[in-house]
């Protein structure tokens, strides 16, 4: 049986900083609770799950995971329908990034929306990118519905939070790529082994300052009358062109 301050303390990591304090994000559902499970950089804190999961499940470690009711998750879960388990783990550990050179980086200027931002890290998993470098106000990693849209990507993307303009300015060996309305076409272009993909916020796209850093522009082709795509769709159509 939950206690209050059991129930406390797990609503409270809906909040980036309990969640900086703690070191931990929390994971719902099945499927990617199994997913980071397995993997090696992410340390379990604590399970939560119904007895329906529970017997689902091979030997556990002992402790690793509490038995609560339906009713006890409702009182737990970030999402609209419940969803059988939620973990609470340690944030996942990845290795110091030396060299930007012979990869291909994704940049993040002030993507705001959480669902594009696990949409996006998904993506970059799917296509090979295992580093973003975000503005220091784009969407938290770890924020639960961020989570919930990596389904599991959160494990093997590295997420950075800088300032965007030094960062290229330390880097000026590295083209930097703008996603804009106005530039070359993608069909156009070659593969890109390395460089920064900059995709700019969901309304105002990359800033000015940061635009005039980067090296060269990228469009992709419209046919229709959209103003514009969203960021993350956008990330995955300019991903898929250049990455072989």
Known sequence: MLVKSQVKYIQSLSQKKSRDQEGVFIAEGPKIINELLSRPNIRLQQLYAIPEWISQQGQMQAGSVMEITAQELERLTQLQTPNQVIGVFKKPEFPEITNYHERLTLMLDTIQDPGNMGTIIRCADWFGIDTIVCSRD????????????????????????DDLIPFIQQHTAIPAYAATLHGTNLHDMPPIKEGILVIGNESKGIGEQLLKHCRHKITIPRKGHAESLNAAVATGIILSHIVK
């Open 138 to 161: 784009s969407a938290d990693n770890f924020n639960p519905k961020v989570v919930q849209s990596t389904m599991g990507s959160i494990s093997r993307v590295q997420v950075i939070y």
